[in-house]
């Protein structure tokens, strides 16, 4: 089952939300990680085999973060000042797309109102 590691960039509900969906969540700022870099985060994802979700595009860097190390990156890219409902509408609609959740481990998702992307293709 998936895991997710939700990174502070995100709103602190999306914890909550995710739970709500069926899947363990944790959020970095009540692990000591809050104020973690991307590197340290990708590393405790990786050694707890967890999926990153996040709102910092960094994590869409192929070249320094593969996604086929990784469980699953998922990067929520909200339109410009976009209200934390906003945000967590795009994380409940990645949540509710079930034939992507099945695909993520060792793939990057890149969640945009309106478009899930998923690297490499399904």
Known sequence: MLHFLVDASLPGASANLIRNHGYP????????LATATDDEIAAHARANVMSVITGDFDFGDLNRFPPADYNGLVVVQPPRRATRAIILNL?????NTSDVLAALPGRLVIVAPGRIRVRPPI
């Open 91 to 95: 994380i409940a609609q990645f949540l």
């Open 25 to 32: 969540a944790t959020d970095v700022r009540d692990i000591g």
